[in-house]
């Protein structure tokens, strides 16, 4: 389960996809298989989300790492690498950016 927790020390990844619509639930899959199958196992990660916009434009990663370091370790990693060329190949641009949280408020 993802729990956002400014006193965690994570950070976590905002990758925003653009795709055609008629894509977007094969990058859905891809996305998932890849969490599933590769990204779960490697050291440092904590979670990942998948969400689709309501158009279906747009794919977002919302994924979670213990650190820095422990991202960019699995960047270089080959077979992780084959996952996010496949992501790149269905979408049309991608944005991937680390983000630190500093507050979170609940009802």
Known sequence: MTTIDPAAGIVT???TFEVAPEKA???VA???AASEEKMRH??????ANI?????????????QWESREAFQ??????EAQ????ACGEIATSFSPVLYEA??????
């Open 82 to 85: 084959v996952h996010m060329r």
């Open 13 to 15: 990844l905002i990758n």
């Open 30 to 32: 891809l996305l998932d």
């Open 42 to 47: 490697v050291p440092g990660f904590v979670s």
């Open 51 to 63: 969400h689709k916009s309501l158009d279906g434009t747009r794919v977002a990663n919302y994924a």
């Open 73 to 78: 370790a699995m960047l270089a990693d080959p």
């Open 25 to 27: 639930d094969a990058l």
């Open 102 to 107: 500093l507050s979170c408020h609940r009802s």
